[in-house]
C-alpha cells in the first residue's frame, strides 16, 4: 500500500501515469516477493483488489453515452476489438507464443490496458501464463500507451482529422483510460470528448470479452468444463454500469467509486511487479512485445480507415 502512495504521489506531481510508475517500483522492490510472509498480502492485493477494482470499472460506462456514438462508430469499435484480439492470437501463434499470453496481450491492447490484462490473466491462472509473462505485457503495454499519448494526436493533425474524427481515432486505439483522455484533449476539447466516448464503449467490452475468452482458454484446475463460469467480478461490473447508466449515483458517488478502482488497481500493479520473477522475465525475450505492437498497428490503421468515414 505504501509503495502504490508513493507511486500516487509521483503521478500526480510529475504526470507520469499511475500505473506505469507502479509496476515500476513493484519491479524495484521484487526482491521482496520471495519473502513467505508478505505472500498472503501481495496475493490479496494482486488478485481480490483487482477484481474489486475491474468491477468499480462499470462507474465509467453508461448505456447513454455508448449510444451516444452512432451506428457507424460503434459497429467501428466492436469491429476494432474483435479484429485485434483474434490478430494478436494468430500473431502468438506465429511467433510460437502461448496462446494465453496472446489473448492477454490483445485484450489489453484491444480493451483497457493493464487493468484489461490482469483481469483475464487472474482469470486464465498461472498455470497457462507466468508473473514474469504478464509483467512483460504490463511493461509493453505500459510504454506503448505512454507513447501514445504524444504520437496518435500527432498523426491525427497530420491525416487531418476534424474533431470528431480525432476523437474516433484517438479513443479507439491509445490503451489506458488516463492516455486516451490526455491525447484526446491535447488535440482539441471536442476530440477529448469524443475519444471518452469511444474509450469507455471500448470499457463496456471487457465484461463480454472476458466471458468469450475465459471459456476459450481453459483456466487453471482439473477441468475446464467445470471450473469455468461467469467471474463474480463481471457480473458485478455489469450491475454497477447498469446503475450508473439510471443516473440515480450522484456525481460525487462516481467520481469517489472511480478514485477508488484506480487505486485499487494500482496496487494490483504494484503487487504483480513485486511477485514477478525477474530472471524469469528476462528470458521471456522479445515475442511478446511483437504481439503488442503487431495488435497496437492493426488497430491504429483500422481506427483511420473508420474515423475517414465519419
Known sequence: MLTTLAAAYISDHYG????????????ALNFLGDDERLAPGLTFASQTLL??????????VTVAKMLELGPISLGGVVLITTATIMFAL?????????AALGAVAGIAVAICGASAAMALASLIGE?????????FVLVGISALSSLALVVYPLAAHALGFTDLQAGFFIGATVHDVAQTL???????????????????????????VL???????P?????????????WFVIGFFLVAAVNSTAWLPRQVTDMGQSVAAILLACAVTATGIRSPMHKLVSAG???LLVIGGASILALILAGLVAMEL
Open 219 to 231: 483456466r487453471s484446475g482439473a477441468d475446464p468444463a467445470r471450473t469455468i463460469g461467469i467471474p
Open 90 to 98: 494468430l500473431l502468438s501463434r506465429w511467433l510460437r507464443v502461448n
Open 16 to 27: 507520469v501515469p499511475i500505473t506505469l510508475i507502479a509496476l515500476l517500483m513493484g519491479l
Open 182 to 208: 490526455g491525447a484526446g484533449y491535447s488535440f482539441s476539447a471536442a476530440a477529448g470528448d469524443a475519444a471518452a466516448i469511444v474509450k469507455l464503449t471500448r470499457v463496456a467490452l471487457l465484461a463480454p
Open 211 to 217: 466471458i468469450i475468452l475465459v471459456r476459450l482458454l
Open 286 to 288: 522479445f515475442r511478446p
Open 127 to 135: 498455470r497457462h501464463m507466468s508473473r514474469a509473462q504478464l509483467t
Open 51 to 60: 477484481r474489486v477494482g475491474v468491477t468499480l470499472i462499470g462507474l465509467r
